[in-house]
Structures are given as structure tokens and as C-alpha cells.
């Protein structure tokens, strides 16, 4: 699979609840296949293909729309990988001692989770760039709260 990338696991893709086309490996299915900025859905029967097409959000490259185009729900689809990186740094800072090192949590947080978080956020944070409205990202309000905690 080096140019194509399958995707079967996305808890928050398109595809949940829909059977995809059948392989030679018993109960996979593949439901889309990404190359690029390029996607193709895939099924063995129409129905199953006319339910790809019509849904209320999905993700590309990465960022996740909804029919409107809200960008509050792709910031909200962002906090998810942003939540996970903390719980994550949280968990290794107690396996390994580092709880009290502020420093070390500060450059984990840094390196792992705020990057994880702020994918696509050239698209979907231009609402919070406005004059008071800086301080209402979910990733700002969960970033603030690990902190103060931490």
C-alpha cells in the first residue's frame, strides 16, 4: 500500500455503518481508497455507494466539514487528537516519574499533542482570530485547563 492508503478504523468517518466492497480477506471491506487530494469510494452495490454520498460531515485531508461548512465543528473535531495527546502525556509523565517536572510536560505537550491538535488550524481557526474571540477555541479553553492542572 504505498501510494494508496485504506481506511477502515475512523470512529468519525463518512463511511461508519456502511458496507464497503469486499476483499479476498474474510469480513474486510474496504469502504474508500485516498491518493493525494483524491478520493474514490468503493462498494459492491449502488445503495451502499449512494450512502457515501449523502452525509452530513466528512473529512478531508485531514479536517473535518459538515454540510454547512461550520468551521466551530471542524475546531471541534480537532480537540479529539488535542484531548488524546494530553491523556497520552499524562499517562507517560506518571509511568515515568515526571509529574512533578513542569518543564518536561510543557516540551511533551509542545512536540506530541498541541501539534496533533492544531492540524488544518489555518482553516479552521480563522473565526477565533477575531478581536474577542481568541479565548474561545476548545483547544485554547482544554489547553488553559491542562495547564492549570498540570
Do not use: C
Request: charged share 15%; no cysteine.
Amino acid at each position: 500500500m504505498d501510494e494508496y492508503t485504506l481506511l477502515d478504523g475512523d470512529k468519525n468517518s463518512v463511511t461508519d455503518g456502511v458496507p464497503g466492497a469486499l476483499t479476498a480477506i474474510p469480513n474486510f471491506t474496504v469502504t474508500h481508497l485516498l491518493f493525494a487530494d483524491d478520493l474514490a469510494f468503493v462498494a459492491n452495490r449502488q445503495p451502499n455507494l449512494q450512502a457515501l454520498l449523502y452525509t452530513d460531515h466528512f473529512k478531508y485531508l485531514g479536517m473535518m466539514f459538515d454540510k454547512n461548512l461550520n468551521l466551530s465543528a471542524a475546531a471541534d473535531a480537532a480537540l479529539q487528537p488535542f484531548m488524546n495527546g494530553t491523556f497520552k502525556i499524562q499517562r507517560f509523565a506518571q509511568e515515568y516519574n515526571l509529574a512533578n517536572r513542569l518543564h518536561a510536560l510543557i516540551w511533551l505537550l509542545k512536540t506530541y499533542s498541541i501539534p496533533a491538535g492544531m492540524y488544518a488550524s489555518q482553516i479552521w481557526a480563522t473565526p477565533f482570530l477575531k478581536q474577542g474571540k481568541e479565548m474561545d477555541s476548545p483547544l485554547q479553553k482544554w489547553l488553559l485547563a491542562t495547564l492549570k492542572r498540570w
